[in-house]
Protein backbone atom coordinates (compact mmCIF):
# COMPACT_ATOMS: atom_id res chain seq x y z
CA UNK A 1 0.00 0.00 0.00
CA UNK A 2 2.73 2.47 1.10
CA UNK A 3 4.15 2.16 -2.34
CA UNK A 4 1.44 2.57 -4.00
CA UNK A 5 1.28 6.08 -2.32
CA UNK A 6 5.09 6.57 -3.12
CA UNK A 7 4.51 6.39 -6.63
CA UNK A 8 1.47 8.33 -7.19
CA UNK A 9 3.66 11.04 -5.00
CA UNK A 10 5.86 11.21 -7.59
CA UNK A 11 4.04 10.58 -10.65
CA UNK A 12 2.16 13.49 -9.56
CA UNK A 13 5.81 15.35 -8.75
CA UNK A 14 6.77 14.37 -12.42
CA UNK A 15 3.56 16.16 -13.84
CA UNK A 16 3.74 19.19 -12.25
CA UNK A 17 7.18 19.67 -11.45
CA UNK A 18 9.78 21.01 -13.89
CA UNK A 19 8.25 20.56 -16.77
CA UNK A 20 5.23 22.85 -15.97
CA UNK A 21 7.67 25.21 -14.57
CA UNK A 22 9.80 25.58 -18.23
CA UNK A 23 6.33 24.86 -20.13
CA UNK A 24 5.35 28.75 -18.14
CA UNK A 25 8.52 30.04 -18.87
CA UNK A 26 9.01 29.30 -22.43
CA UNK A 27 5.40 29.99 -22.87
CA UNK A 28 4.28 32.71 -25.31
CA UNK A 29 2.07 34.64 -22.60
CA UNK A 30 5.50 34.58 -20.37
CA UNK A 31 7.37 36.31 -22.96
CA UNK A 32 5.03 39.07 -23.37
CA UNK A 33 5.06 40.21 -19.42
CA UNK A 34 7.62 42.95 -18.46
CA UNK A 35 11.01 41.72 -17.01
CA UNK A 36 9.50 42.43 -13.46
CA UNK A 37 6.91 40.39 -13.84
CA UNK A 38 9.08 37.36 -15.39
CA UNK A 39 11.73 37.58 -12.55
CA UNK A 40 8.49 37.70 -10.34
CA UNK A 41 7.04 34.70 -11.37
CA UNK A 42 10.82 32.72 -12.22
CA UNK A 43 10.81 33.36 -8.38
CA UNK A 44 7.76 32.04 -7.42
CA UNK A 45 7.76 28.80 -9.34
CA UNK A 46 11.31 28.12 -8.02
CA UNK A 47 10.24 29.16 -4.16
CA UNK A 48 6.85 26.81 -4.85
CA UNK A 49 8.33 23.25 -5.64
CA UNK A 50 7.37 20.15 -4.21
CA UNK A 51 10.29 18.98 -2.21
CA UNK A 52 8.76 21.22 0.75
CA UNK A 53 4.80 20.11 0.06
CA UNK A 54 6.23 16.57 0.61
CA UNK A 55 7.91 17.28 3.44
CA UNK A 56 5.27 18.78 4.91
CA UNK A 57 2.58 16.52 3.87
CA UNK A 58 5.17 13.75 5.84
CA UNK A 59 5.13 15.50 9.17
CA UNK A 60 1.94 17.34 9.60
CA UNK A 61 -0.80 14.58 8.36
CA UNK A 62 -1.10 11.56 10.02
CA UNK A 63 -2.39 9.45 7.46
CA UNK A 64 -0.02 6.74 6.01
CA UNK A 65 -1.18 7.38 2.53
CA UNK A 66 -0.52 11.24 3.00
CA UNK A 67 2.92 10.28 4.50
CA UNK A 68 3.98 8.41 1.57
CA UNK A 69 2.26 10.67 -0.87
CA UNK A 70 4.25 13.54 0.50
CA UNK A 71 7.87 10.86 0.32
CA UNK A 72 6.93 10.39 -3.53
CA UNK A 73 6.72 14.10 -3.72
CA UNK A 74 9.70 15.28 -1.99
CA UNK A 75 12.05 12.33 -3.34
CA UNK A 76 10.95 13.78 -6.67
CA UNK A 77 12.51 17.33 -6.46
CA UNK A 78 15.44 15.72 -4.48
CA UNK A 79 18.05 16.22 -7.47
CA UNK A 80 16.44 20.29 -7.96
CA UNK A 81 16.90 21.08 -4.96
CA UNK A 82 20.74 21.76 -4.40
CA UNK A 83 20.62 23.78 -7.83
CA UNK A 84 17.65 25.75 -7.12
CA UNK A 85 19.00 27.02 -3.34
CA UNK A 86 22.32 27.79 -5.69
CA UNK A 87 20.53 29.58 -7.65
CA UNK A 88 18.36 31.48 -4.88
CA UNK A 89 21.00 32.18 -2.56
CA UNK A 90 24.21 32.44 -4.50
CA UNK A 91 24.71 36.09 -3.56
CA UNK A 92 25.59 35.10 -0.53
CA UNK A 93 28.95 33.51 -1.68
CA UNK A 94 30.32 37.09 -2.22
CA UNK A 95 29.70 37.44 1.79
CA UNK A 96 32.31 34.94 2.72
Keep these: MQATWFIIGVTFGRGFGKKLDQGIVASKWFKKRNPIVQGLL ?14 LLMLYIPMPE ?3 FGAGLFVDDLP ?3 RRYR ?5 LEGLQ
Design 87 to 91: KMFGF
Design 66 to 68: IYW
Design 80 to 82: DVP
Design 42 to 55: KRILDVTHHFWVGL
